[in-house]
């Protein structure tokens, strides 16, 4: 497995794959591997011929009150564990070969973006979606693996594919829960054993609602406070919790046959995300 | 030459060529194809394997107020002049072919796209910068050509491709005059013979105002305000006359040695644009 530090050897990486006839998956990641990355490149290494794992905690996506520097990062760990799993290259560049201090250009969707987490973290996914186009110009690869867990993320890039025409097929890849329920997210680390328990209310609050919405095949307010009220009897502070019509990202219409049920909540100063993908 | 219509067959086309081992040189047009055009053409096929040009008038890149509907198109003409100067391909879609009616993503460059025209076509860059980001997605070509005469387009395009990393180069083709000093241009068509001979001051405010800053080796307002005199004596009325700093489109610093000398004005009803280069 190769380490690429900068772009100009992934591009040549990259040409070497193509010259000899072999298809591309990449799997950008901000690293601090976990079961859930792990699965993604699995799924990429069953789509594709050579899998590129990126890892780079990307600047532009934290806003200055975020935990850029101190977002968990073990590169090691994260290269010994893609290696296992079949990687053929990881892209680790640094946010200076990334960015030139000049750069001015933003790839930004101004639709699916906005609510949800768009609504508490405004830039988040103008870096998202400017930082994948970067990473799908450097890498070209004929698909990608983004994992369910970040909905809005992956609704949002697919968005970006279709609007921008990328020749890119996206897939989505499954939550990966660890055996409490709780959604595998690099930003676990931050929890104390306290915390991590309390959080796992997070995912009960989304599944009664799920329950609750599926009987009624509707969402009604009082599933969404019922589900607030989870989050907050176990001390958590709720951000959002919203049942959006899955299509659109906006309150579900009477002909709304998927819906995105999604939270957002804080667990002492660690803010978790959890969904559930429903289907009338 | 193939007239294409659809992305799908634009798609297919492009993979053929890749398949045989082409390079493809992409011309981005609105059509209505003059001597500037064809000459971005034949640059193209000395640099790239296949040409494809594109002839598309972009919506996005229009404001309400602005020409979308007017501007001038002959596609069977158009067609023709690429067949002779040896283009591989014609893509012209229709809009509702290139545009989802639910698009959302857009492609900003935020800084070089400010000054000169941007100030007085405020989402005139972003119109270009997301249409010009499909069409490269589309196409894949490894070079494309634009013309010098759109000067902040080139320097806007030019800074994304960069940003983003897109893997392409970007070839500048030098302006294109008629005998009388008039930069071509498809809107030279809405001009009368009086405007006509009229425009051709523009032009020559730049000329007399380039001695000046070269003599000088410096941009001083009264060479500025010269150039928009000699415009409103010819009973033009001036959008703007400019000497910017070439790399970052803002005042020339002590350290400047490239300027660009930028000129926007109407004739009737006729916005036109021109320019200099000046390297000291």
Redesign the interface.
Known sequence: MRIIRT?AEL?AHVRELKRSGKTIGLVPTMGFLHEGHLSLIDIARGKADAVIVSVFVNPTQFAPNEDFDSYPRDFDRDAALCAEHGANAVFAPEPEEMY?P???????????SKPLCGASRPTFFRGV??VV??LF??A?PDIAVFGQKDAQQLLVVS??V??????IEIIAAPLVRGQDGLALSSRNRYLTPDEHLRATNLHRSLVEARAKIEAARAVKSEFIEAAKEVITAAGGKVDYVSALDRT?LREPTAGTTQILLAAAAWFGTTRLIDNELIDF
Chains 1, 2 share one sequence.
């Open positions: 772009k591009k030139d000049s750069a001015s250009t933003w790839v930004e969707e101004v639709s699916l979606t400017t186009s970067k110009h450097l070209q968005r970006m279709r609007d921008l025409d990328f020749p659109t």
